[in-house]
């Protein structure tokens, strides 16, 4: 051990437990991270999201010490990833974009040969591996191959096996991806309870993933930072008022409805689908407008659209598919 790392490792930490500083990247002449900066807490549960190809797997791929950035700065529970990355790699369990199971190795030994990797004392072990596998609900399973495991079953295992030596930061590379909304609810339920004591990163595409799951979330696009903060304030950031639905009882009244609104100064946008109008204001304000101008129209139904986190993902970073 260097006299660095024995220094860095003899000091009580208080910092964050993820810090990325001006981090650079490139794949040739791909530009994958272009001085990418962020800060997680310690035993936060924080969501990057980001379209495909943003950069995500590659900042993982850093942080957990399977790449080197070409600049810039990373430290891990204060560990600075070029020289302490051992220590790192004791500290983090890592769940892959891609399985990445032994195929020839039971569930349970893929789970004993990550303990032997973690020189975990045998007996201590055999506990948390059962521990483990009756979490996920593998226990029945343990002995079969990860090839006879249907998706989820595999995917839980890959999570399992990176909680099998306690890590104190937990990275997760689109860890639901592919699994059924139960398998998915439960995976949400294992992270929300290993929250507080246990630092989690992760990556998804699902929206209401990271809004369930995260007290922070930072979208990233073309390697970069584009926005960070807590899903209200994120959509706090769109700009541009209000929107209703009034739904009509019959479809002739809303078509009346819609002629009178359009007249209105604070309409901004209107849509009319058979019995349904939505109605963007200006501002919410003008909503007693909006009643009074509806006259006599029998109506069932006026209720605010809330803003979804997935409108400031798009307004952020765009509707075209990427490649
Ligand atoms: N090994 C590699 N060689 C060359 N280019 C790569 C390599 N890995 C990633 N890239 C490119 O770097 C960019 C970022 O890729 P990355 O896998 O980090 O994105 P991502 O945000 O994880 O995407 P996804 O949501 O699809 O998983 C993409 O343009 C990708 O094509
Ligand atoms: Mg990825």
């Not at 994958?32 to 035993?43: K, Q």
């Not at 506990?127 to 596998?133: G, T």
């Not at 930061?169 to 949400?188: C, H, I, K, N, Y």
Request: proline fraction near 4%; include cysteine.
């Amino acid at each position: 051990m260097s006299s660095l790392q024995a220094t860095l490792m003899a000091t009580p930490y208080s910092g964050p437990a993820l810090a990325v500083r001006n981090v650079s990247k490139c794949y040739g002449d791909v530009r994958a991270l272009d001085s990418f900066a962020l800060e997680v807490n310690r035993g936060e549960i924080f969501a990057l999201l980001g379209p495909n190809g943003a950069g995500k797997t590659t900042l993982i791929r850093i942080m957990t010490t399977l790449m080197r950035p070409d600049s810039g700065e990373v430290l891990v529970n204060g560990l600075p990833i070029g020289r302490c990355g051992r220590e790192i790699r004791r500290q983090i369990g890592v769940v892959p974009q891609e399985n990445s199971l032994d195929r020839y190795l039971t569930a349970r030994e893929n789970l004993e040969l990550h303990a032997r990797l973690h020189a975990l004392e045998p007996k201590r072990a055999r506990k948390r591996i059962d521990e483990v596998l009756e979490l996920f609900g593998l226990a029945a399973r343990q002995h079969d191959f990860p090839d006879t495991f249907s998706g989820g079953m595999q995917r839980r295992l890959v999570v399992a096996r990176a909680l099998v030596h306690d890590p104190a930061v937990l990275f997760l590379d689109e860890p639901t991806t592919g699994l059924d909304p139960q398998s998915r609810r439960a995976v949400w339920e294992y992270i929300r309870s290993l929250a507080g004591d246990m630092t989690i990163f992760l990556t998804t595409h699902y929206l209401e993933e990271a809004e369930q799951l995260c007290e922070r979330i930072a979208i990233m696009d073309h390697g970069r930072l584009i926005a960070l903060g807590s899903s209200t304030e994120l959509k706090a950031r769109l700009s541009g008022g209000a929107t209703y639905e009034i739904e009509c009882v019959h479809a002739q009244g809303a078509q009346r409805c819609a002629d009178i609104l359009r007249t209105l100064p604070c309409l901004e946008e209107l849509s009319l689908s058979g019995n349904l109008l939505t109605v963007r204001l200006g501002q919410w304000e003008c909503l007693a407008e909006v009643v009074s101008a509806l006259g006599g129209t029998p109506v069932r139904r006026i209720s605010l659209r809330e803003r979804t986190l997935e409108e400031v993902f798009i307004s952020l970073t765009g509707a075209e598919v990427r490649d």
